[in-house]
């Protein structure tokens, strides 16, 4: 019985939370690789475009909300969604067309567009707050539960018990979903097989006759997409805050680092990998041994190996050990 | 170019924020296609002669004129640094033509695009990084056939007919192949358009000498299915063996031009270039 019990404390604090944030941590990392891999840099606009397409479903859901629409026990963010999608697709093309295209034009190197990313990030930041604001928003409604920490205890007589919210299951379930369409397209349609072919070989891929504006700009719309879903799904988890979106930059490079740059399969495996380290580093293990040391030998103190203000050391760490024994990441990231 | 600070290469060497993986080399001569116009007579292809030299630089060559019918195989050879790829390459539209002509099936097609060249039936397999390295033997046929909206599984077919070893390695990363083989796929990815004309650069760089002869046997095979080969080799005796027109370049200029045999049988030719 303290064994059960053990187990469902783990997986409410520990493997619940760690699932849900690695896939919100994957989608944004699968962003980050497809622009790493296909235009060839990293993105460190990333995360502001995370925020921009979440902004935009944060102000359609209160729209609904307003005009009384409601997606029932589901949140009406998800109605939202596709209008934010659009709208930050619109924004990175638009961006495309006024910034990058100009650097891909000139040929210049990659380390050249790392740095005018920035500049985007900056100005996509600023935009952000400029509409909405720098403060925390919340937009989640619907059933706050799938299965609350009540129910589970009437339901199986533990006493500890496990809540799954529903931006939780919504999350999961959305991002294999995006994963598994993603996987599908690039590696069963023409288009798809067309951009692994311009990340492979730029050159060949244009004497075959792939046009490579054609490429980038799918690119920018499936990036769009996916860090609009990421986005959108992390603000649902916890809540919208333009600044969080910018600082969770540093584990999403970390996940696509460790996973291996370039790699889609290594951003989903970076993600999880990062998040249960950093849940698991944050949290406080008193109540899980309690359960399972034998009588008389429970911790005294929290077994907490950091305090939660410092996760980001976690992914900061674990980005510096990869990068010194194993740069290429675990799944030898090259090519999408 | 190397004035030009966008091409600064400092710090474009970490791996964790630069891709430089498979990164575009390529400079077309015209980014955009401009005119081209109709002419009578002359070969199916021809570079005629052709002055010109990469971007902004110096002339690399010098009234050099290479040309080729339908169905023969025509040989570019000389010493090393002689322009026989630069020749190659402003046939291709990847060298600025200042003077001269390049001609297609009774078309002029000097200010077209590389691409737009592929399009009216000219099938190039580059020197080095001539195949997706990171995708199936198939993949890479299918991408070969990417302008084709019809369905190309016939070709696909003769592909593997001509090349029966790329039927058995089909789901296998072109990658993983040896050199011969990854020729094979290299040269099957420009059949897959079903050229009008297919230019060689150097197919035989870099094999052992018995898969240079297998694939010099199927470079014929495909030469007798009328498709006229234009190829630039190194190994210039076995190359004039089989070429019905050789063309002999000296600094970006024409030295010598005749059949293949003529050539062999030159002793000028003899003495320069095959070692007596």
Known sequence: ?336 | MSDNPYHDDKGNKDRSIANTHGAGTMTPAHRKSGETHKVEGGPFLIGDTMTGGYGKGPDILHDCTIAVDKGEIAVIVGPNGAGKSTAMKAVFGMLDVRAGAVRLDGEDITNLTPQDRVQRGMGFVPQTSNIFTSMTVEENLEMGAFIRRDDFSQTMEQVYDLFPILRDKRNQAAGELSGGQRQQVAVGRALMTQPKVLMLDEPTAGVSPIVMDELFDRIIEVSRTGLPILMVEQNARQALEIADKGYVLVQGRNAYTGTGKELLADPEVRKSFLGG
């Open chain 1, 1 to 336: 019985m303290d064994f059960l019990n053990a187990l469902v404390a783990l997986s409410n604090f520990v493997l619940v939370p760690a699932i849900a944030y690695g896939s919100q941590l994957a989608l944004g990392a699968l962003g980050v690789t497809l622009i790493y891999g296909i235009l060839r840099f990293s993105n460190f606009a990333h995360g502001d475009t995370m925020a921009f397409g979440a902004m935009i479903a944060v102000l359609v859901t209160w729209g609904l909300q307003a005009a009384g629409v409601s997606f029932g026990p589901l949140p009406t963010a998800l109605l939202a969604l596709p209008f934010a999608i659009l709208g930050c697709i619109v924004l990175v093309l638009i961006t495309d067309r006024l910034v990058y295209r100009f650097y891909r034009e000139q040929k210049a190197k990659p380390v050249i567009l790392v740095i005018v990313s920035m500049g985007v990030m900056f100005i996509m930041n600023g935009l952000v707050r400029f509409i909405i604001g720098p403060d925390d928003q919340r937009f989640s409604d619907g059933a706050r539960f799938i299965v609350s920490a009540r129910d589970f205890k009437a339901m199986t007589g533990l006493r500890e018990g496990l809540a799954i919210k529903t931006s939780q299951g919504i999350t999961v379930i959305v991002a294999v979903v995006a994963v598994a369409l993603l996987f599908w397209f690039l590696n069963k349609t023409r288009t798809g097989k067309s951009m692994r072919a311009y990340s492979d070989n730029e050159d060949l891929a244009l004497l075959s006759g792939i046009n490579p504006e054609r490429v980038v700009m799918i690119t920018w719309i499936i990036v769009a997409a996916l860090a609009t879903t990421a986005g959108v799904l992390y603000g649902l988890d916890k809540s919208f805050k333009p600044f969080v979106y910018f600082q969770l930059l540093l584990p999403i490079f970390a996940s696509a680092i460790v996973g291996g740059l370039g790699s889609p399969l290594g951003a989903i495996a970076g993600g999880f990998i990062i998040a249960f380290s950093e849940v698991t580093i944050t949290y406080a293990w008193k109540k899980v041994l309690t359960y399972l040391a034998p009588e008389g030998l429970e911790p005294s103190g929290l077994v907490q190996f950091l305090s939660t203000d410092y996760k980001f050391a976690v992914s900061f760490v674990i980005l510096l050990i990869v990068l010194l024994f194993k740069p290429t990441g675990l799944f030898k990231g090259k090519a999408v």
